[in-house]
DNA sequence: GCCAACGTTGGC
DNA sequence: GCCAACGTTGGC
């Protein structure tokens, strides 16, 4: 199993908003290393930290988790859609994404520099200055202390 | 609101 | 295929 971290504003969509719906489509990644993660990586079972950015306080408010097989974006069809790709095509998928569902809102959130004044957690991806990559593995270990530190066991 | 970092675009 | 310009991310 492999471990996760997955970014989201909360003005667009929260830990809250996925307890509320439980299941979501993670449509409109438009980079091609998170897609790849998604695409060929993950499997249905694998956790992810769920990371507020841009927000007050950024940091880990909870965890998710990855549910059924990858399938592409319908986003990317969708003129109508922000996320639309004209250049992509149904026959040809340019955009996948996977599932993910609710699993736990911590009850201590785990805030970036909670993370960073950690000499183990400092190291992971989400604390290296100008990783924006919305997407990123997280070492077993990592994941671990990231929910205890959040008062949560997996 | 600022700005550093980084991905993408497009001219050549 | 290089690289400058531009757009976006996201912490601060």
């Not at 299941?23 to 790849?36: D, I, K, L, M, T």
């Not at 499997?43 to 950024?58: E, I, M, R, T």
């Not at 911590?106 to 604390?127: I, N, Q, Y």
Request: with cysteine.
């Amino acid at each position: 199993m492999h471990h996760w971290l997955i970014k989201s504003e909360p003005d667009v969509f929260s830990i809250d908003d996925l307890a509320r719906v439980s299941r979501e489509p993670w449509s409109g990644v438009r980079n091609y290393q998170a897609r790849n993660f998604m695409w060929k990586d993950m499997k249905s079972g694998d956790l992810a930290l769920f990371y507020h950015s841009n927000a007050k306080p950024p940091g880990v408010f909870g965890v998710a988790r990855v549910v059924g097989e990858p399938y592409p974006d319908p986003t990317q069809f969708d003129a109508a859609s922000e996320y639309h790709d004209a250049k992509s095509k149904p026959e040809s998928p340019r955009w996948w994404l996977v599932d993910f569902e609710f699993v736990a809102t911590f009850p201590t959130p785990v805030t970036l520099e909670s993370l960073k004044a950690d000499p183990v957690l400092g190291e992971m991806m989400v604390c290296q200055r100008g990783t924006r990559l919305s997407i990123t593995p997280v070492d077993p270990l990592h994941f671990k202390r990231v929910c205890k530190f959040g008062g949560w066991k997996p």
